[in-house]
Nanobody, 117 residues
Framework: QVQVVESGGGLVQAGGSLRLSCAAS????????MGWYRQAPGKERELVAE?????????ADSVKGRFTISRSRENAKDTVYLQMNSLEPEDTAVYHC?????????WGQGTQVTVSS
């Protein structure tokens, strides 16, 4: 079992910045992909950004140039970060972290990000 815990959400004004963190405890097997998804009220969950084990990244078109995903590994824990700049009210959502171990996804509980206009 892999435990996934997000932190860093909150309320920010449009144009501001937030940094999300997601710490994942590692099992015997290594974590491959790590990513951030978001779900706004009344909408489906969508991919925001993801990063694989060798650092290759991909982003949703709506966040390119504003968000940056990165990851680190220390001892028995992998952490993925999402630096969000130039936030817009449309970025308001619950942000969920996903980690993949041997093709099995593990999700965190989510952290609320609210951007006021």
């Amino acid at each position: 079992q892999v435990q996934v815990v997000e932190s860093g959400g909150g309320l920010v004004q449009a144009g501001g910045s937030l940094r999300l963190s997601c710490a994942a405890s590692r099992s015997f097997f290594s974590i491959s992909d790590m990513g951030w998804y978001r779900q706004a009220p009344g909408k489906e969950r969508e991919l925001v950004a993801e990063i694989n084990s060798v650092g290759r990244t991909s982003y949703a078109d709506s966040v390119k140039g504003r968000f940056t995903i990165s990851r680190s590994r220390e001892n028995a824990k992998d952490t993925v970060y999402l630096q969000m700049n130039s936030l817009e009210p449309e970025d308001t959502a619950v942000y969920h972290c996903k980690v993949v171990v041997r093709a099995v996804p593990f999700w965190g509980q989510g952290t609320q990000v609210t951007v006021s206009s």
